[in-house]
């Protein structure tokens, strides 16, 4: 079925670091992908997205690129930061799908040190 | 700004109790979705609705049900809570019929069933 596998966690980093976060997924047709993240005592919030093949989704430094070839959607980030400790999520959602759910991978917590 | 307000943050309740989890949003969206968060298992999805009185089971509904009574709010109830309900619970909205668009988050309700 349709599904979306991440990285497992935690991930520990010092700060101004590189941070990959691995995803892949399994669906049929062309999703849409996204990257959500949790702050603390949060909800999620959208990070990116990447509606097809070879679009690059990028916010606040981070930046996914689509890669049909490969069915991935990592997440990375040049130079992190304290304040981007939080879990993220990959998700995905069907092409065809109007009613608009979404699948999401386990998510990784990221933690970054001073 | 779109606005997802759930009626509580923390919920404590006893084993066998009726409990009602509550989510208004306020920017007439069609979609509305309750999931549930547990560590290491990422977002699960309950149920979902796309429209009033209209509902569809997600992939763990057992023991759950909806309400859907008016466009704004989407209702989560557990007949008789049980101790592996005890998680973190997050409604989500999206609005428009494009797979491209965001979901919406509330910020969660930790229900903890003792």
């Known amino acids: 079925g349709d599904s979306v596998t991440q990285m497992e966690g935690p991930v520990t980093l010092s700060e101004e670091a590189f941070l990959t976060i691995n995803c892949t997924y399994t669906?049929?047709?062309?999703?849409?992908l996204f990257w959500y993240v949790q702050y603390p005592g949060e909800g999620l919030q959208l990070l990116l997205k990447?509606?097809?093949?070879?679009d690059k989704g990028s916010n606040k430094g981070f930046e996914a690129t689509y890669r049909k070839e490969t069915t991935s959607f990592h997440l990375e980030k040049g130079s992190v930061q304290v304040s981007d400790s939080a879990v993220y999520f990959c998700?995905?959602?069907?092409?065809?799908?109007?009613?608009?759910?979404?699948?999401f991978g386990r998510g990784t917590q990221l933690t970054v040190w001073p | 700004d779109v606005k997802v307000t759930q009626s509580s943050r923390y919920l404590v309740k006893r084993t066998g109790e009726k409990v009602f989890l509550e989510c208004v949003q306020d920017?007439?969206?069609?979609?509305m979705f309750w999931y549930r968060q547990d560590p290491g298992l990422g977002l699960r999805l309950i149920y979902f609705s796309y429209d009033v009185k209209m509902k569809e089971k997600g992939d763990i509904p057992e023991g759950y049900s909806v309400s859907r009574e008016k466009k704004e709010r989407f209702s989560l109830i557990l007949e008789s809570a049980s101790t592996n309900q005890t998680s973190m619970y997050l409604c989500a909205t999206k609005g428009g019929r494009a797979p491209s668009v965001e979901q919406y988050f509330g910020p969660g309700t930790r229900l903890t069933v003792t």
């Open positions: 990447a509606t097809k093949a070879d």
């Open positions: 920017m007439d969206h069609e979609n």
């Open positions: 998700a995905l959602r069907l092409g065809g799908s109007t009613l608009g759910r979404l699948y």
């Open positions: 669906a049929t047709g062309y999703p849409s």
